[in-house]
């Protein structure tokens, strides 16, 4: 079975980039039965603000992720760095030190994409 870390790393600059890599995860697991976690870096954070405009289509697919079983994590570097407060993002989404968290999963067999 394939293991993929699937690195959010785009900001709200490019909306579209950070929805293909929900997609990617979500039917990485749906298509291929991949075991997949999302990691939220950098300016990725901004994916999972949930007072953006376009904040139901994200929620939507943060939930269509978790239904599927996909780990979704956000470094809480990039947070702090980026002045983003728990309460700014989605609920429920578990905080890593994002460094780390890829060390453990390369450790762990899992291959890295980044978007």
Same mark, same amino acid.
């Given at each position: ?7 959010? %790393? /785009?900001g ?13 995860a ?30 139901? /289509? ?34 429920? %989404? ?7 968290? /890829?060390?453990?999963? %390369? ?5 890295? %994409?980044?978007?």
């Amino acid at each position: 079975m394939a293991k993929m870390l699937v690195m959010v %790393i /785009t900001g709200k600059e490019n909306i579209n980039t950070e929805m293909v890599a929900f997609n990617f995860a979500i039917n990485s697991v749906q298509n291929a039965k991949a075991q997949v976690e999302l990691l939220f870096l950098g300016r990725g954070v901004e994916a999972l603000f949930k007072n953006q405009n376009n904040s139901d /289509t994200f929620l939507a697919q943060v939930q269509k992720a978790r239904s599927l079983g996909i780990r979704l994590t956000v470094c809480s570097v990039s947070m702090k760095s980026l002045g983003v407060t728990d309460e700014m993002i989605f609920e429920g %989404i578990e905080k890593v030190m994002g460094g780390v968290e /890829t060390a453990a999963r %390369i450790d762990d067999g899992y291959q890295v %994409i980044t978007f």
